[in-house]
């Protein structure tokens, strides 16, 4: 199997197959977390969006469960995200479960399971031009090489040095291998996450 095979034609048909799947299978999971969000914070909003660069460079809306809330100190000024993320939030972001409506992205064909992060904006400046093209060569993905090999750990130089390597080296094997890598990842924070939805709703 080519790359340009599997990445073309056999990655997204996985992509939708395994997007609606997970968004099926997990609908108690979107619940749960969506009311655990509105039952701390009813004036909240549960769902962040946000714009950022998907591939060959067309800016899409990025869907996630919003781990901050909008605190403004006394001049008006938005507080540091230490002091706005929330309880909840916090275990959102070390599990990952906070990227889970991004499903709906894959469905909308603007992001892939697997793939580069997307970057925010203001980071495009931090790549090279063959760094942002060969990224943007590529659906951008929920998780990634990056995240299965430091995450926020990695200095940014490194980060894309592992995005270009995916990129040139994408294959179902290495897909598979991440998605893996990724669940075994998430495990511990998800039973902590389940144990705080039950607790939360006096289950």
Do not use: C
């Amino acid at each position: 199997m080519t790359r340009n095979i599997y990445n073309d034609i056999i990655k997204r048909s996985l992509d939708v197959l395994a997007a609606a799947t997970g968004m099926l299978v997990l609908s108690p999971v979107f619940a749960g977390i969506a009311l655990t969000l509105f039952v701390r914070h009813p004036k909240g909003k549960i769902i962040f969006t946000q714009e950022r660069p998907g591939k060959d460079g067309r800016s899409f809306i990025i869907y996630k469960f919003r781990s901050m809330r909008d605190l403004y100190d006394s001049h008006g000024n938005i507080m540091p995200d230490e002091a706005r993320i929330s309880g909840p939030g916090s275990l959102l972001r070390r599990s990952g479960l906070d990227e889970l409506p991004q499903l709906w992205n894959v469905l909308r064909g603007e992001m892939s399971i697997v793939g580069p992060r997307p970057l925010l904006p203001h980071d495009l400046s931090r790549a090279s031009g063959r760094a942002l093209s060969l990224r943007h060569s590529v659906r951008p993905g929920i998780t990634g090489w990056v995240q299965v090999n430091g995450r926020n750990s990695i200095p940014w130089e490194r980060k894309f040095e592992l995005d270009e390597w995916y990129v040139r080296h994408i294959s179902f094997a290495v897909d598979a291998s991440i998605v893996m890598r990724t669940f075994r990842a998430m495990l511990p924070s998800s039973q902590k996450i389940k144990h705080f939805l039950h607790d939360e709703h006096g289950g």
